[in-house]
C-alpha cells in the first residue's frame, strides 16, 4: 500500500517596512514570480478603509477588511502557490500584535534615516499640497515616519516569537541586489529566481482596488513606473532629498530620535 502524500507546507513570509525604505519595489520583485500569492499592505487597508479603522480618509468603510478578518485571510489555504508573501507597516497593527497571523517568518527592511524621513516628508508635501494645511502635511510625513511601533514588532517578532532577526538595508538592496535576494530568499525558504531582478512594470492588479486609484497612486508612483532596482547613485528617491531647503524642526527631531533604532535593526542586517 503507498503511502499518502503528505502537503508540503506553504513558506509564508512577511516584510515590515517603514516609508520611503524601498519595500514597494521589493514587493513587486518578489511579485514577479507567479508561483507566490503576494498581499499589499492588507492591514494598512483595515486601518484606512475597515470598519475599526482609525483613518479619516473621505471614503465609504469597505466590509470584510476588520483586523481579525485580514488575519484570517492571511492565514487561509492557497492551492497552486508555493508561497505567500505580504508587505506591510507596523504602524498600522495599531499596536495590537494579536493581529499577527500565525505561521509567518517575519522579516523586517529599512533604510538611513536622513534618508527615508527626509524623502516621505518630501513625498508627502508632493501629494498633498494645496489638499490640506501644512501643519496635517508634517504630522502625516512624521507620525508615519516615526519607528516606534516598528521597534516594538522587531523586539515582539525577535524575542516573544523567538525568531532569528532577518533584516534588508534598503542601500544594500540597490548597491548588490541579486545577492541580498538569494541570501533573503535562502533564508525564509522562497524560492529565488531571476525575474526579481527585472519585473513588469505596474504590475499591481492584486492591490486592493482604492489602492490603485490615481490620487493614492501618487504615493508609490516611482516604484509602481520601475522594473529593477537602480543603483544607488541613479536612485530618484535619493537625488529628491534636496537636503539644501531648511527642514521643520519635527523633521530634524524626528530623524534624531529614530537614529538607535536604526543603529540597533541594522545590526542583523543580511551581510553579503
Request: aromatic share 10%.
Amino acid at each position: 500500500m503507498e503511502n499518502p502524500q503528505v502537503a508540503t507546507p506553504l513558506t509564508r513570509v512577511m516584510l515590515w517596512c517603514h516609508p520611503r525604505s524601498r519595500s514597494t519595489a521589493f514587493e513587486l520583485a518578489i511579485a514577479s514570480v507567479p508561483s507566490i500569492k503576494v498581499f499589499h499592505e492588507p492591514f494598512v487597508v483595515a486601518d484606512l478603509w475597515g470598519e475599526e479603522r482609525r483613518s479619516l480618509v473621505p471614503d465609504p468603510v469597505v466590509p470584510g477588511h476588520k483586523f481579525k478578518e485580514v488575519k484570517e485571510r492571511l492565514e487561509g489555504d492557497f492551492p497552486g502557490k508555493s508561497a505567500v508573501f505580504v508587505k506591510d507597516a507596523p504602524n498600522n497593527l495599531c499596536g495590537n500584535m494579536d493581529n499577527i497571523p500565525s505561521g509567518y517568518i517575519h522579516t523586517f527592511i529599512i533604510r538611513n534615516q536622513k534618508k527615508s524621513v527626509i524623502s516621505n516628508f518630501n513625498n508627502n508635501t508632493r501629494v498633498m499640497k494645496g489638499l490640506t494645511s501644512e501643519a496635517n502635511i508634517l504630522k502625516g510625513a512624521t507620525d508615519y515616519s516615526d519607528l516606534t511601533a516598528y521597534y516594538q514588532l522587531f523586539k515582539y517578532v525577535t524575542e516573544t516569537l523567538n525568531q532569528k532577526p532577518i533584516v534588508v538595508e534598503a542601500d544594500d538592496l540597490l548597491s548588490s541586489p541579486k545577492e541580498i535576494l538569494q541570501k533573503y530568499c535562502t533564508e525564509t525558504g522562497l524560492l529565488y529566481a531571476d525575474s526579481m531582478l527585472h519585473w513588469k512594470p505596474e504590475n499591481i492588479s492584486y492591490w486592493f482596488p482604492k489602492m490603485q486609484q490615481p490620487y493614492f497612486l501618487k504615493y508609490y508612483d516611482t516604484a509602481v513606473a520601475s522594473s529593477c532596482f537602480l543603483p544607488l547613485e541613479e536612485s530618484v528617491t535619493t537625488s529628491n532629498l534636496d537636503e539644501s531647503k531648511e527642514l521643520p524642526e519635527e523633521v530634524l527631531k524626528l530623524i534624531e530620535q529614530n537614529e538607535p533604532i536604526y543603529n540597533e535593526v541594522v545590526k542583523h542586517k543580511i551581510q553579503i
